[in-house]
C-alpha cells in the first residue's frame, strides 16, 4: 500500500511529532484517558539526543525548559502526573495541563477523508501541546531555517550545552536547560561558525533575543497577532513563526507555509499531487479551516508520503572555512 513504509524521517515528517515512549506500567485510577505522551510532547524534542528533551524506561518524558522564573526540569510520567525542580519548576508545574493539550479540543476536528479519519481514530492520544514559552521553540526553528535535519539538531545540541546550564533536579545525565536571553544575545561570533550557524541565522536568533519579553509576550496572544509579532524582527518569517507558535501557543490553525516538503506530502496524501506548492496545500486544507494544523500532523503520522525521487539535500559544513 502506498505510503506504508515511510522512509528516513526528514525534517518535515519529523514533525509529526511522534517519540517512541516505553510502555508504562499499568495506570491508576488518576490517570488521564487516552493521553499518548509520545504524540503530544513529541513535536518539543529537537533530535534524539535533544540535551533539554529525554525519555526513559519508566515511560517518562523529561523537560528541560528556561522559563521567567529560571531554569527548571519537569519529569512527567506516562499518566499524566508530574513533579519538577528548579526556580522554574513551580512555573512549569502551574502549565502542566496546557502542556498536555488540556486547551485542546481534538473533538472540533472532524474528518473529510478517509485517511485524516483513519489516522484520528488510531492517534487518539494525540493532543497539541502548549507550551506557553516562545523563545525554547523560537530559536531552534531559527536555527532548522533552510539546512538539513541533522545540521540544526546538531548545532541545538552544541549551543545548548555550551551556552546552558545543566538541568535541575535528578535530571538524567547530559540534560540542560537552554540559556538565557542574554547568553544567547553574547554568543561571540566565532562560536556560532563553530557550531556550523551561518550569519543570517544567528543576527537572527540574536536579534529576537533582544526583545525576548516581547516575543514571550506573543505566548499569550490570538495565534495570528502571535505571529505577526514574531515576524516584526528581520530573519524571522512566515515559516519560522508558524513552526514557534504551534508549540507556544498550541494553536490547532496554524499550519506551516514555504516548507520544502510539507505541500508535496499534503498534497499527496490527500490528492496524489506530489507537486502541490502552499497554495494547493492552503486549498486542500480549506475544509478543516480551525484545524489545519491538526490536519497536518495527521497527515504526517499517517506516513502517507510519496517516493522520494532526488537525492537527500547534501549537509553544509561552514566551521572549516
Known amino acids: 500500500m502506498a505510503g506504508r513504509f515511510a522512509p528516513r524521517p526528514t525534517r518535515t515528517t519529523a514533525r509529526g511529532g511522534h517519540v517512541p515512549v516505553p510502555a508504562p506500567a499499568p495506570r491508576s485510577e488518576d490517570a488521564l484517558p487516552d493521553l499518548d505522551l509520545g504524540l503530544t510532547l513529541g513535536p518539543l524534542r529537537r533530535g534524539p539526543a535533544d540535551p533539554t528533551f529525554r525519555t526513559t524506561a519508566d515511560g517518562s518524558v523529561w523537560r528541560a525548559s528556561r522559563t521567567p522564573d529560571g531554569a527548571g526540569t519537569i519529569r512527567?510520567?506516562?499518566?499524566?502526573?508530574?513533579e519538577a525542580w528548579g526556580p522554574g519548576g513551580g512555573w512549569l508545574m502551574a502549565r502542566l495541563p496546557a502542556l498536555l493539550g488540556?486547551?485542546?479540543?481534538?473533538?472540533?476536528?472532524?474528518?473529510?477523508?478517509?485517511?485524516?479519519?483513519?489516522?484520528?481514530?488510531?492517534?487518539?492520544?494525540?493532543?497539541?501541546?502548549?507550551?506557553?514559552?516562545?523563545?525554547?521553540?523560537?530559536?531552534?526553528?531559527?536555527?532548522?531555517q533552510k539546512v538539513t535535519t541533522d545540521e540544526a539538531y546538531r548545532s541545538w545540541r552544541l549551543l545548548v550545552r555550551k551556552y546552558g546550564e545543566p538541568a535541575p533536579g535528578p535530571a538524567p545525565e547530559g540534560m540542560y536547560a537552554m540559556p538565557d536571553a542574554r547568553a544567547w544575545a553574547m554568543i561571540p561570533s566565532w562560536e556560532w561558525h563553530r557550531a556550523n550557524v551561518d550569519g543570517k541565522?544567528?543576527?537572527?536568533?540574536?536579534r529576537a533575543a533582544r526583545v525576548a519579553h516581547r516575543m514571550e509576550e506573543a505566548a499569550q496572544m490570538p495565534p495570528a497577532?502571535?505571529?505577526?509579532?514574531?515576524?516584526?524582527?528581520?530573519?524571522?518569517g512566515p515559516w519560522t513563526s508558524?513552526?514557534?507558535?504551534?508549540?507556544?501557543?498550541?494553536?490547532?490553525?496554524?499550519?506551516?507555509?514555504?516548507?520544502?516538503?510539507?505541500?508535496?506530502?499534503?498534497?499527496?496524501?490527500?490528492?496524489?499531487?506530489?507537486?502541490?506548492?502552499?497554495?494547493?496545500?492552503?486549498?486542500l486544507l480549506a475544509p478543516y479551516a480551525g484545524q489545519r494544523h491538526r490536519a497536518a500532523r495527521l497527515i504526517l503520522l499517517s506516513g502517507r508520503v510519496p517516493p522520494r525521487r532526488s537525492p537527500r539535500m547534501t549537509p553544509g559544513n561552514i566551521t572549516g572555512i
Open 76 to 82: 512527567v510520567r506516562a499518566d499524566g502526573r508530574a
Open 102 to 144: 488540556a486547551e485542546d479540543d481534538p473533538t472540533a476536528f472532524v474528518p473529510r477523508h478517509k485517511l485524516l479519519a483513519l489516522t484520528h481514530r488510531a492517534r487518539r492520544g494525540l493532543r497539541l501541546t502548549r507550551t506557553g514559552l516562545v523563545m525554547e521553540s523560537l530559536i531552534p526553528s531559527i536555527l532548522e
Open 201 to 206: 541565522r544567528s543576527a537572527a536568533v540574536v
Open 225 to 236: 497577532e502571535a505571529r505577526k509579532r514574531l515576524e516584526l524582527i528581520p530573519g524571522i
Open 242 to 283: 508558524a513552526e514557534t507558535i504551534q508549540r507556544s501557543n498550541g494553536a490547532p490553525d496554524e499550519v506551516t507555509t514555504g516548507d520544502l516538503h510539507l505541500p508535496g506530502i499534503v498534497g499527496w496524501a490527500l490528492a496524489g499531487d506530489r507537486t502541490a506548492d502552499d497554495a494547493a496545500m492552503l486549498e
